[in-house]
Nanobody, 125 residues
Framework: QVRLVESGGGSVQAGGSLRLSCAASGGSISVYCMGWFRQAPGKEREGVGTLGTTGNTQYVDSVKGRFTISRDNAKNTLSLQMNSLKPEDTGMYYC???????????????????WGQGTQVTVSS
């Protein structure tokens, strides 16, 4: 059974940093495309970025240069390092595991089979 559990969310001021983690069980994340998504109140879910099996990453323009996705294969954990946070980064953040090993772009939630429960990030101005 695949399970993804996010942690690390919280409240920070604009310009601050947070590091989110996603602990996975039920399969190695290194052989799947992994993604991060977020959803702000009253808005649709949007993709943040992906990490492929070869370590390649892709990000939406709004987070490029500020967010970094990585993984620890030994711990089977996906991470999202978020720097220079802005109020518009506020939302619930979800990690997800794709159906396969390929990361498609643009990022679509429908390409992901398993989701975590989310962790809240709040950035105040």
């Amino acid at each position: 059974q695949v399970r993804l559990v996010e942690s690390g969310g919280g409240s920070v001021q604009a310009g601050g940093s947070l590091r989110l983690s996603c602990a996975a069980s039920g399969g190695s994340i290194s052989v799947y495309c992994m993604g991060w998504f977020r959803q702000a109140p009253g808005k649709e879910r949007e993709g943040v970025g992906t990490l492929g099996t070869t370590g390649n990453t892709q990000y939406v323009d709004s987070v490029k240069g500020r967010f970094t996705i990585s993984r620890d294969n030994a711990k089977n954990t996906l991470s999202l390092q978020m720097n220079s946070l802005k109020p518009e980064d506020t939302g619930m953040y979800y990690c997800a595991r794709a159906y396969g090993d390929r990361c498609w772009w643009p990022l679509r939630g429908g390409d992901f089979a398993y989701w975590g429960q989310g962790t809240q990030v709040t950035v105040s101005s």
